[in-house]
Structure formats: structure tokens, C-alpha cells
């Protein structure tokens, strides 16, 4: 647990990290989508031509391949990507208030019962 005597507190514009990431250098986001559009000749698996495609295009076509071949959850990635994944949803407006058991009465000699030992 923190001690108050062991906490430091930063001075206005002090970093707490001062050897931490260069100014200027490039999130792991930006390098992946820097490669991911680098082209490169290639032969397309569907139509068999010589392309010049993107590394997206061809992962996506890999993709296409192993979900014609019978890979389903290949096929499930590719129809969320192209369409959005499905929502589920729970329809709550049909709800009907019905009793838990159906078959049990409410018996009335209990209430009798309660009543008598009330008025002694």
C-alpha cells in the first residue's frame, strides 16, 4: 500500500517518464497500416492473374480461400468484416405477467386459520 512518505509528486510540465517514447516516433497502429498498404506482385488466388496487390488485399484473399474451402470460422470473420457483426437482441416488450405455477391454487384454510389465532 501506498505511504504518503514514499510519494513523489511530479513538478508542473516534469514528465514522469523522461526516457519514454521519442518524440515523433510512430504508434504501433501507424506502422501497421503503413505495411498493410505496401504493394507487392502477386498471384491472386481466385482469378490465378499476376497483381500488384496490398498486403491487405492479400491476407483478405487468403481468407476468401480457406472460407471456400469449408473454414467457417474464416467465413464468420469475412461476413462481419464485409456486413458488421450481428446484434443480438432481446424483444422484452411481449411480455406477459403469468403465475410461476400454474397448477397450485392459493389455499384459504391457512388464511382462516391465521384469522382465528389473530382474534384469541
Known amino acids: 500500500m501506498a505511504n504518503e512518505e514514499n510519494l513523489k ?6 514528465s514522469g517518464n523522461p526516457k519514454g ?3 515523433g516516433s510512430l504508434n504501433r497502429a501507424t506502422i501497421a497500416k503503413r505495411w ?7 498471384k491472386n488466388p481466385i482469378t490465378q492473374d499476376e497483381e500488384e496487390l496490398t498486403q491487405e488485399d ?11 474451402k469449408g473454414d467457417a470460422r ?3 470473420e469475412l461476413m462481419n ?3 458488421g457483426k450481428a446484434k443480438e437482441s432481446v424483444d422484452i416488450t411481449q411480455f ?11 389455499d384459504d384454510s391457512n388464511k382462516e386459520n391465521s384469522e382465528v389465532k389473530q382474534e384469541d
Request: hydrophobic share 35%.
Open 21 to 23: 517514447r521519442p518524440k
Open 96 to 106: 406477459v405477467e403469468q403465475p410461476l405455477f400454474l397448477d397450485v391454487q392459493e
Open 36 to 42: 498493410l498498404t505496401t504493394n507487392q506482385k502477386y
Open 74 to 76: 474464416a467465413y464468420s
Open 81 to 83: 468484416s464485409a456486413y
Open 58 to 68: 492479400i491476407m483478405t484473399l487468403a481468407l476468401i480461400n480457406k472460407a471456400r
Open 9 to 14: 509528486y511530479w513538478k508542473k510540465g516534469e
